[in-house]
């Protein structure tokens, strides 16, 4: 009965797992359409970002209902109790990149319905693929519970974070300068903003792939912390680096 017990468990186990690489593919592929559809033009992208919308939040109901179900039946412990803890978590951040795309999308509509609007000339696409990239080492960490290509991911917000601050102050002096730019520049910040959220959920989901390995939790302890964890030294409570 015990061996039945825990091969259904390994079963359902596994079933979350696929279930979540499943719907972070699916968010990935958003994140590609809605800038294409920025770049291109393309507004039959915006509807194919929309319908995968739904299906990521299909998702999210479904692996949080096998969650709880698990929880409730086997009880488990443990790393397989800190992968479910952290799944459940990290559906919320899966979900919201969805959303980000969503808006993503939902702003080159708006951009190329407007043909003779003046659209400021920043180029977000680095940033794009640096928040898709951070998305696909989130999900590869998760896969292989590799800790420390989780905390690579952490450090490279850092990187995104900065790309949004110099898009930011490129476009207030648009602003500044030709107050015409005001209303696409607005457009084009939150694009920009959503890359960035993006690149948050990215990292708070590599934090709790740290925290499933090593149960350590690296939330607000800074890119260099998570970094020993993923390596399994201890905490150097006397140097955390929020701003490293």
């Avoid at 708006?110 to 080492?137: F, G, K, S």
């Avoid at 890119?223 to 030294?233: F, I, L, P, V, W």
Wanted: glycine share 4%.
């Amino acid at each position: 009965m015990t061996e039945h017990t825990n091969k259904q468990f390994d079963a359902d186990l596994e079933a979350v797992r696929s279930q979540f690489l499943a719907m972070g593919g699916v968010v990935e592929v958003m994140i590609q359409e809605s800038i294409e559809a920025l770049t291109g033009g393309d507004t039959l992208l915006v509807e194919k970002v929309r319908e995968r919308e739904k299906e990521v939040n299909r998702y999210e109901v479904d692996i949080d209902q096998r969650i709880s179900q698990i929880l409730a039946r086997h009880q488990p412990t443990a790393i397989d109790l800190r992968t479910l803890m952290a799944v459940s978590k990290m559906l919320t951040d899966m979900e919201r990149c969805g959303d980000e795309a969503e808006k993503i999308a939902t702003v080159a509509r708006r951009i190329h319905d407007d043909e003779v609007r003046y659209t400021p000339n920043v180029d977000l696409r680095h940033m794009a693929d640096a928040v898709r990239e951070m998305l696909r080492q989130a999900l590869d960490a998760f896969a292989r519970l590799d800790a420390l290509q989780a905390a690579a991911v952490v450090r490279s917000d850092k990187g995104v974070d900065k790309e949004w601050k110099a898009a930011l102050r490129q476009l207030i002096s648009f602003m500044i300068e030709d107050p015409r730019t005001i209303s696409p520049s607005i457009d084009v910040i939150f694009v920009a903003r959503a890359l960035e959220r993006i690149g948050d959920h990215a990292k708070n989901m590599s934090e709790r792939v740290i925290y499933m390995v090593h149960g350590a939790d690296v939330r607000h302890t800074g890119a260099k912390n998570a970094e020993r964890q993923a390596r399994g030294e201890e905490e150097d409570t006397g140097a955390q680096d929020t701003q490293a």
